[in-house]
């Protein structure tokens, strides 16, 4: 595990190694694998059988991209495998025929690190991403030519839906931590709490926020790296770190643990916006294939809607939890239409400028997402 408290040497260390892997990854083009250090590895061939190999790296016609199946032209969309809660609509729209429906089939490239995904969506080795507004903010300053097309999750407001918000925070029966408010006497109002996750993430902004609307000071907060959320409940089991914070496909395991909740993402107080996250695309992919985008987002906004249904909760939790291995009940909640809404957007960017890793007006929300694959014709 690794251990951060948010300190400017991080910041300033963290926008140059993004900007190095830019670089890396458009000189290259091809083979960056290992440029942040570690990870899975290079992408690897493809899970479902079809599409490794790099097709995407070398600049594939639309041509050399289509497959026909069932009779049907499909054109080729390459991602990497995914191995997290992030996973949901893209399961939904292939096994639901939203992909084939808009003649297009995404082809997932193997699994690979976090640290790797932005690499290989500059580079060309995948089409498309997905990240929090945070990240993606960093990506293009970091140099990154991306840009967000639709909304992923957002935060459900209704009460009755709070089994989906973002994320959910534990801690160990025997914690003395049993609401937010005990955070502000833990240890005599000066303990340092230990939390999961990454920078800059949800997992950051959240916390971040939480502490901000129940009056903590930051400086308490210290985020240490796990792997995965499982490993985040074993270590707050275990003593390791203060409280877990976990998303949805991890609820009923922190459960199973024994361990106890104290509040979920949405007593940061920031209503849909905590939740938000977007798929992203290179600005030379959006350029050259508008067309292929705009099949991607009708997609995989109708396969959020489905989701979304109470009569199909069972299901896509089932179908997210084969994927994971692991007993989930529920998902996230998703956007239901295609418009992405610049203020569920700014807050982000105004965390990352409140916490040094931006100056004012460095970056704004136009630079990071684009409205033009805003489509009124689909919503729920």
């Known amino acids: 595990m690794i251990m951060t408290a948010l300190k400017k040497r991080d910041r300033t260390i963290l926008i140059a190694v993004i900007a190095v892997v830019v670089v890396v990854a458009v000189v290259v083009g091809i083979g960056v694998s290992g ?150 006497t833990y240890e005599g109002g000066s303990g340092e709490v230990l939390i999961n996750g990454h920078i800059p993430s949800c997992s950051t902004f959240v916390p971040g926020a939480i502490f901000d609307n129940y009056g903590i000071s930051r400086d308490r907060l210290t985020t240490v790296t796990f792997e995965s959320d499982r490993e985040a409940l074993q270590a707050v089991s275990q003593g390791d770190i203060t409280i877990a914070q976990v998303h949805p496909p991890f609820y009923k395991l922190a459960e199973e643990s024994g361990l106890r909740q104290i509040g979920d993402s949405f007593d940061a107080g920031l209503g849909a916006t905590t939740g938000t996250a977007l798929y992203y695309f290179s600005n030379q992919f959006i350029e050259e294939h508008p067309d292929l985008v705009q099949k991607f987002v009708n997609a995989i906004t109708k396969a959020q809607i489905w989701a979304n249904e109470p009569e199909h909760f069972d299901e896509a939790a089932q179908i997210t939890a084969e994927a994971l291995t692991v007993e989930a009940t529920v998902t996230h909640y998703y956007a239901d239409d295609t418009l992405i809404v610049d203020h569920e957007i700014q807050p982000w960017i105004d965390d990352l400028v409140a916490t040094g890793f931006l100056k004012e007006g460095e970056v704004e929300v136009s630079d990071i997402i684009t409205h033009q694959f805003e489509n009124p014709e689909i919503h729920k």
């Open 35 to 184: 440029v942040l250090g570690g990870g899975a590895g290079g992408v690897a061939g493809g899970d479902d059988g079809g599409g490794g190999g790099g097709g995407a790296a070398e600049d594939a016609s639309l041509a050399e991209r289509t497959v026909v199946e069932d009779g049907k032209e499909l054109v080729e969309i390459y991602t990497y495998t995914r191995t997290d809660c992030g996973i949901t609509p893209y399961l939904v729209a292939d096994q639901k025929g939203y992909f084939a429906d808009e003649g297009i089939k995404l082809v997932y490239t193997g699994t690979i690190g976090y640290d790797q995904q932005l690499a290989t969506v500059v580079s060309g080795q995948n089409d498309l991403g997905d990240a929090h507004p945070n990240e993606l903010a960093l990506f293009v300053q970091g140099g990154a030519p991306v840009k967000g097309v639709s909304r992923d999750d957002i935060e459900p407001l209704d009460e009755a839906l709070a089994e989906h918000r973002h994320m959910k925070y534990f801690v160990t029966e025997d914690s003395p931590i049993t609401s937010w408010e005990d955070v502000l």
